[in-house]
């Protein structure tokens, strides 16, 4: 296993984190229990949750994946140092959480107590911002006319993120967190903590985690760039596009206990002629060089100049294997022009 700087941290990160989601719905305890146990014996010291997990996220499954970590790390405490753990807080939009309400400074120091406990620890390594109190182009708001930019009260959105930082800086004082990070942000955001944390003497953004795959490389070269100039650690999440990628979904099919079989938030935006066409030239690349279609999408997110540790999630032992054999592939050049060859037919699939 590869290890990488989280940002400014001083913390070493594997190239591999263990995404978690899908425990409380997809999988039970015992399964989460077999996760964790394999990545930590294969060299992963890097977890990845949230409030809001499991998902699809609802008011039955909130909690439930910190839930489940807290209740392994009840029967191993002793191995609280192995890893790194990164959880989040949810943005605005979710009746059940906060009544919906955006992330202020308070509910930071509220949200870290209850993470805590279902989590059984004492302390979190990575606190992170799930999405921004105002609306970005993720989730497939990314086209152009989606989001009105020039709508939006930057004064006002500035005074929040000062507020949310000094949440934060109370929880780093308290040693409840150790460093905090955005997910589902734009470059704007990152470069507007930053100027507030060095204006204010505040805790500086040490990693994003935004969606990033064949499929979906908006972030590509800009965001990214950016994240290497300032030190800031680049975490793809869905790397596989939700499953796509694995081409498990081609002519429509939704096999039984998977992500697309259950109703999705966004819905399934995904599923676009364009990502079906593009899928199924991705899956005769991958047999042509001999590898799975879920190992060429995650070798090559691990390869991109600018990506730090990237977040794996599996339903199976199986699976999680497959995925991380992924990561110790190195790509030849013949396979990366054939890929590109692929990409710059479907750029932008969905």
Same mark, same amino acid.
């Given at each position: 296993m590869k =290890? #990488?700087?989280l940002g400014r941290t001083g913390l070493k990160v594997s190239r591999v984190c263990l995404g978690t989601m899908t425990w409380g719905t997809q999988n039970t305890q015992a399964d989460a229990d077999v996760q964790i146990e394999y990545a930590l014996a294969n060299g992963v010291n890097f977890m990845d949750t949230a409030?809001? =997990?499991s998902i699809p996220p609802n008011a039955e499954s909130y909690? @439930?994946?910190?839930?489940?970590?807290?209740d392994w790390l009840s029967r191993h405490s002793s191995r609280r140092q192995e890893f790194v753990l990164a959880t989040k807080i949810a943005g605005p939009g979710l009746s059940y959480i906060r009544k919906g309400g955006p992330i202020t400074g308070e509910s930071i120091v509220s949200?870290?107590?209850a993470s805590l406990k279902r989590l059984k620890t004492d302390y979190i390594d990575l606190y992170q911002l799930h999405w921004p109190n105002r609306s970005t182009p993720h989730f497939a708001k990314h086209f152009p006319g989606d989001i009105s930019f020039t709508d939006l009260d930057r004064k006002a959105q500035s005074a929040q993120m000062l507020d949310i930082l000094q949440g934060i800086d109370k929880c780093v004082k308290a040693g409840k967190i150790?460093?905090?990070?955005?997910?589902?942000?734009t470059t704007w955001g990152i470069n507007e903590y930053i100027r507030l944390s060095d204006q204010h003497g505040l805790p500086r953004v040490a990693s994003i985690q935004n969606e990033f795959s064949l499929l979906h490389a908006k972030d590509w070269p800009y965001l990214i760039e950016n994240c290497v100039h300032e030190d800031v650690a680049y975490l793809p999440w869905s790397a596989l596009a939700a499953g796509a990628l694995t081409g498990k979904y081609l002519g429509g099919a939704r096999p039984e206990g998977s992500r697309w079989s259950y109703a999705q938030r966004n819905g399934i935006f995904r599923d676009t002629p364009h990502v079906e066409k593009a899928v199924t030239a991705y899956l005769e690349v991958a047999k042509n060089h001999g590898i799975t279609p879920a190992q060429l999408a995650l070798a090559w997110c691990d390869q991109v100049d600018g990506v730090s540790s990237t977040i794996i999630g599996a339903t199976s032992l199986s699976q999680l294997k497959e995925d991380m054999a992924a990561f110790e592939l190195v790509l030849s050049?013949?396979?990366? @022009?054939?890929?590109?060859? #692929?990409f710059k037919e479907y750029p932008v699939p969905f």
């Open positions: =290890y #990488v700087p409030e809001m =997990y909690g @439930k994946t910190e839930t489940i970590i807290g949200s870290v107590e150790r460093h905090f990070g955005l997910s589902d942000d050049e013949e396979a990366l @022009k054939d890929i590109m060859t #692929v």
